[in-house]
């Protein structure tokens, strides 16, 4: 039986410029289960990066609506919407979005100390995920003093510093070369497995997006066709379930107040 974690029914759209409207996504539905990984594919201008937002809560859809673990989100307030964010999804995007004055070891963090986590906490789960990604020994460094893969990488450890129940990677490895391109792609699967977490990936890579076990296509504001393996995802739960035991073994992260 396929776990549904995040779905999208009826999401409709547009930008207005001036006196005109674009319609930009004209009534998707898409489900993602947890603990997979999901493509999203396209031509530019299909959508793909606004649907992406929209699943972030980062907009807001003019129509449909979208549930997590079957609790409608749309009408959550700005507050709550950035709690969620925090608490329960992370992002990964093209560009890797470091503050450029903080480490690696400090931008990792950072999720957990707005959210009020002991920072000794904070600290070792961070450290944690940056041995994990194979960035511990320069956990000090500035993001100026890292390759394009190191920022990368270290994004990755941000985006999964909170144990996310689903992250959202808008074109991850689009700006790295091949090589690292296929590196990053491996550590995000890796990673997530372990933790977890279910994906969502927007990307023009159809050789990345064919590693993934659901790819849904998009022409023209809408899902056009949807491939998915033929993995059992009762199995992929259990792993999924043993993992997080693990991790929760690892570091407890207690919030102040909780």
Not at 6 to 31: F, N, P, S
Not at 41 to 59: A, P
Not at 65 to 75: A, T
Not at 97 to 122: R, S, W
């Amino acid at each position: 039986m396929h776990k549904i974690l995040y779905k999208g029914r009826g999401i409709e759209h547009a930008y207005d410029e001036g006196k005109i409207k674009t319609a930009v996504l004209k009534g998707v539905d898409l489900d993602i289960e947890a603990s997979k990984m999901t493509a999203i594919v396209g031509k530019s201008g299909s959508g793909k990066s606004t649907l992406l937002h929209i699943l972030g809560t980062l907009d807001t859809p003019d129509k449909g609506d979208i549930y997590f673990q079957d609790v409608l989100i749309n009408g959550l307030s700005s507050r709550a919407k950035a709690r969620f964010r925090n608490r329960h999804l992370g992002f990964v995007y093209q560009f890797h979005h470091l503050l450029g004055d903080f480490t690696a070891l400090e931008n990792v963090m950072l999720p957990l100390l707005i959210d009020k986590v002991n920072p000794a906490l904070a600290k070792e789960r961070a450290q944690y995920l940056l041995d994990r990604v194979g960035l511990v020994s320069h956990m000090h460094h500035l993001p100026s003093e890292l390759s394009g893969g190191e920022r990368q990488r270290a994004a990755i450890a941000r985006a999964l510093v909170y144990s996310p129940e689903m992250v959202l990677a808008d074109e991850p490895t689009g700006n790295l070369d091949e090589t690292n391109a296929a590196k990053v792609f491996e550590l995000l699967q890796e990673l997530v497995r372990d933790e977890g977490s279910a994906v969502v990936m927007v990307t023009h890579d159809m050789s990345l997006a064919k590693q993934c076990d659901t790819i849904y296509e998009m022409a023209g504001g809408v899902i056009k066709d949807g491939t998915f393996s033929d993995s059992d995802s009762e199995v992929a739960s259990v792993v999924s379930k043993l993992a997080l035991s693990r991790a929760a073994k690892e570091v407890k992260l207690k919030t102040k107040g909780s």
